[in-house]
């Protein structure tokens, strides 16, 4: 393993970290009702600079009709190593979380975005939230 390898791994580990502590941050404050808001955090692939997630926290559309308002709380960027590859280049994917229960907003199985390292040895990283609100990492 190089130098170069471990760097790499280790960005990996820590954009892991800090996208886990960040998923947690947003259910907590989901289950806290911070702000009467529903928390949840967005996944950016860019075609182009740095990918990035952002803290978000959005309003519950009135009597379940109409659109709700998403504003962005905070920004990180992933290391220069390090790129989503799901979503895929140029796409955004949210995961949120309902008020009080935390349990994910999106009504599917399961919610997960995949990172992964420029050194093919440092691997890949599937960070999901099960229907449950556990988030996992793999």
Do not use: C
Not at 25 to 44: C, I, K
Not at 114 to 126: C, E, L, N, R
């Amino acid at each position: 393993l190089s130098l170069f390898g471990f760097k790499n791994g280790n960005d990996l580990d820590l954009d892991v970290k800090a996208i886990v502590t960040t998923l947690r941050d947003a259910q907590q404050r989901s289950v806290h009702q911070d702000e009467l808001m529903r928390w949840g955090v967005r996944f950016t692939n860019t075609t182009s600079g740095a990918d990035y997630i952002e803290l978000i926290k959005s309003t519950d559309p009135v009597g379940g009709f109409g659109l709700s308002v998403t504003t962005v709380v905070s920004k990180k960027e992933l290391h220069g190593s390090v790129r989503f590859t799901d979503p895929t280049s140029g796409g955004v994917k949210d995961i949120t979380f309902e008020r009080i229960s935390g349990l994910p907003h999106e009504a599917i199985a399961q919610s997960s975005v995949v990172i992964a390292s420029a050194d093919t040895t440092a691997g890949q990283k599937i960070i999901s939230v099960n229907q449950h609100g556990i988030t996992q990492v793999q």
